[in-house]
């Protein structure tokens, strides 16, 4: 959906620390530490933003949409909730047919698809496909992949000149997106473009950790950083076995290696298991 269809969802000037994440992917124990997170920075629910896809490879959906919920954070629409508003039979992520997230997304897109109630389908129906804001004079647009598409991959490689593209077609000074699971930020000539990282997966970086972003004033700028989160990944990763959603991701809890690579460009590949610390970025 493009920037002028997004009247309806813009939230209008933050005066205080924001606090957004990606993809908690029916993760309840990264969940609940990035509500306990917001809480210690006491950051209320209206300057959280979750860049979509609730529930995915792990194994409490039903829970972690209703602790979503309750939480009362804005929620962008990901593929996830797109597929499941839809009954679609796939995750909509756009895997190549007979590739290894295809195969894994079979079993558990099934999973997920079976505990989510008609309640939760229609609220996900209900969800923005993008958000926008302003933090002082700076404006903000949130979506899930790209504005051109919900389920896009852009990555740190993807180069300049399609990142350019998606920037024109949200006409913000930043955007912000989830979907590709990396934590990054860049200057792209004028604009910026963000990735809140995803807290229900690690960031194929070698460690447990999830990420998630704050934007903040330091001073008199605006201020973008990434931050790890510590969450309980040996629970979660018992409570996928004990489901019975046992592949690949539930040992990539703890290894923080991804099963597959297949979405991943050559660059991002080669950094698979190298610990990653994004930089700060001024965004003003
Ligand atoms: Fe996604």
Not at 44 to 50: F, G, T, V
Not at 147 to 154: V, W
Not at 160 to 179: C, Y
Request: net charge negative; aromatic share 10%.
């Amino acid at each position: 959906m493009m920037a002028t269809d997004n009247a309806l969802h813009h939230l209008g000037p933050m005066d205080g620390p924001l606090l957004l994440f990606g993809g908690p992917y029916g993760n309840l124990e990264a969940l609940t530490a990035i509500r306990n997170e917001a809480e210690r920075r006491q950051i209320p629910a209206q300057r959280i933003i979750c860049t979509g896809d609730l529930t995915a490879y792990c194994a409490s959906p039903f829970e972690s949409v209703e602790m979503t919920r309750d939480w009362g954070i804005h929620v962008v629409m990901g593929n996830c909730e797109e597929a499941l508003a839809d009954k679609a039979i796939d995750c909509g992520c756009g895997f190549d047919q007979g590739s290894v997230c295809a195969q894994l997304s079979e079993s558990w897109f099934g999973y997920t698809n079976s505990r989510i109630t008609p309640a939760q389908r229609n609220w996900m129906r209900t969800l923005p496909r993008s958000l926008r804001f302003t933090f002082g004079a700076h404006s903000f647009h949130v979506v899930h992949g790209a504005p051109s598409l919900i389920n896009k991959f852009i990555f740190p490689s993807t180069p300049d000149g399609e990142k350019k593209r998606e920037l024109a077609l949200a006409a913000a000074d930043s955007v912000i997106g989830g979907h590709s699971g990396i934590p990054f930020g860049q200057r792209i000539g004028q604009q910026f473009w963000l990735n809140t990282g995803v807290i229900g997966l690690p960031a194929n970086d070698g460690t447990p950790d999830g990420w998630y972003l704050l934007l903040e004033w330091k001073g008199k700028r605006i201020c973008a950083s990434w931050h790890r989160l510590a969450y309980d990944y040996q629970k979660a990763g018992r409570v996928m076995q004990d489901a019975g959603v046992d592949t690949g991701y539930a040992r990539a809890l703890s290894t923080g290696l991804w099963p597959s690579l297949d979405v991943l460009p050559p660059h991002e590949k080669a950094q698979q298991g190298n610990p990653i610390n994004p930089p700060a970025l001024w965004l003003t």
